[in-house]
């Protein structure tokens, strides 16, 4: 059972528009969460966390909202750029399980110019 | 600085042979991480090294897989008699501590066992 789930596999949105990536979780312990960034044939780059203690938190075109009652995540990214095109991952843990990451199946994010 | 580096890139096996793959973490970060990400999925964990603690091995698939990190810092990932199954990226990361959540990740290795 996906304990994170990323429901679109990909997304196309033209460049300068805002691109919305989703994420939802099953596990209320989860109290941490984190977005990559993939690009081919590279390791994914780290991009934005937030705590469960905040329902929000921006870096320049990145912010990500968190919805704890509904165990739901988002990533807004505005404007969009083609070099944000990219497979974005979702990731969760929770403090008493460690540092055990589980990660989502990823988004596929394509900004059309 | 450098980052996280791993070797080989790729790697091609005959099914039933044994593989290492190599992680050199960045210096000075005590936590080294294992994922693995097959085709059209997301990384599954398999193993945690955190500094000279005993490993967390609960993500390891089979005991074909193993790993060890030597000196708390290079760290093997062995997969004994490989099967089809274990094709996948192999993909390291590490981090500063074991208190620090961001982890900076390596290129990864593409396993194909034929």
């Known amino acids: 059972d996906q304990q994170v789930k990323q429901n679109s596999p990909s997304l196309s949105v033209q460049e300068g528009r805002i691109s919305i990536l989703n994420c939802d979780y099953t596990?209320?312990?989860?109290?941490?969460f984190l977005w990559y960034k993939k690009y081919p044939a590279e390791g994914p780059t780290f991009l934005i966390s937030?705590?469960?203690?905040?329902d929000k938190n921006e870096d320049g075109r990145f912010t990500v909202f968190l919805n704890k009652s509904a165990k739901h995540l988002s990533l807004h990214i505005v404007p969009s750029q083609p070099g944000d095109s990219a497979v974005y991952f979702c990731a969760a843990s929770a403090h008493n399980y460690g540092q055990n990451f589980v990660f989502g199946p990823g988004t596929r994010l394509s900004v059309l110019p | 600085g450098a980052g996280v580096s791993q070797s080989p890139s790729n790697k091609v096996t005959e099914k039933g042979k044994d593989v290492e793959l190599r992680c050199d973490p960045i210096s000075g970060h005590t936590a080294l991480y294992w994922y693995r990400q097959s085709l059209g999925q997301g990384l599954e964990f398999l193993i945690y090294?955190?500094?000279?603690?005993?490993?967390?091995k609960s993500g390891l698939p089979s005991d074909r897989f193993s790993a060890e990190r030597t000196g708390g810092s290079v760290s093997t990932l062995t997969i004994q008699r490989t099967q089809q199954e274990d094709s996948a990226v192999y993909l390291c990361a590490s981090s500063q501590d074991q208190n620090s959540y961001e982890q900076y990740f390596g290129p990864g290795t593409r396993l194909t066992v034929t």
């Open positions: 090294f955190q500094g000279n603690s005993a490993p967390d």
């Open positions: 937030i705590s469960s203690i905040k």
């Open positions: 596990n209320s312990m989860f109290d941490y």
